[in-house]
């Protein structure tokens, strides 16, 4: 079955303090992964997708495919930051196909 | 340009009307899609279009959902006989088929099922 896993429902940090945001999958062909952010009331936008490997807003995401995990990470923290992160997927060089989405985690970072 | 967008913002109906929403994507996109967002559940995939292709509706969770794009362009999701479990916000996305394919989202428009 194809599936994103993001355990955590709400992660809660300092300002300043690393962050990591799991997101596991589960898909039988070869996957491409994104996150998407949605921060309070704007809409769902991408923040970055595995095959570019580029770092935005000094966030990073290294798929791994042996633990089939795509682990959004920041080294230091900041309150703008704060947002709901969605990790997702979808057939890789599927061109245009739906994303599969994981249920989300919410990024509170505190003063 | 001008990004995709969605009406209403909001719908509140009462249980068993019909309701349609509206999604106008960015001009020239080609792909058009669907998602409801629900407390708890995240984003769920509902109905895509590309071109002039037959839609991807194997997301659509009953055949009260329906959905249509006229003209390669404007797209209108229906609910026919809503139900309480009905109630979440429907996202519309968008992208072209050149570049990133970045999918563009919408703003939403938060349904509630009375």
């Known amino acids: 079955a194809q599936r994103v896993t993001q355990p955590e429902k709400l992660l809660s940090v300092f300002k300043g303090a690393p962050v990591e945001l799991k997101c596991n999958y589960s898909?039988?062909?070869?996957?491409?992964l994104f996150w998407y952010v949605q921060y309070s009331r704007q809409r769902l936008q991408l923040l970055l997708r595995h095959i570019s490997r580029e770092s935005i807003k000094g966030f990073t995401a290294d798929l791994n495919k042996g633990e089939t995990s795509f682990h959004l990470k920041k080294p230091f923290a900041q309150e703008e930051d704060s947002a709901m992160y969605y990790c997702a997927l979808r057939q890789y060089g599927g061109s245009q196909g739906n994303l599969i989405f994981g249920k989300g985690t919410k990024l509170s970072v505190k003063p | 340009g001008a990004g995709v967008s969605q009406s209403p913002s909001n719908k509140v109906t009462e249980k068993g009307k019909d309701v349609e929403l509206r999604c106008d994507p960015i001009?020239?996109?080609?792909?058009l899609y669907w998602y409801r967002q629900s407390l708890g559940q995240g984003l769920e995939f509902l109905i895509y279009?590309?071109?002039?292709?037959?839609?991807?509706k194997s997301g659509l969770p009953s055949d009260r959902f329906s959905a249509e794009r006229t003209g390669g362009s404007v797209s209108t999701l229906t609910i026919q006989r809503t139900q309480q479990e009905d109630s979440a916000v429907y996202l519309c996305a968008s992208s072209s088929r050149t570049g990133r394919n970045e999918q563009f989202f919408g703003p939403g428009t938060r349904l509630t099922v009375l």
């Open positions: 001009s020239g996109h080609t792909a």
């Open positions: 279009f590309q071109g002039n292709s037959a839609p991807d």
């Open positions: 898909y039988s062909g070869s996957p491409e």
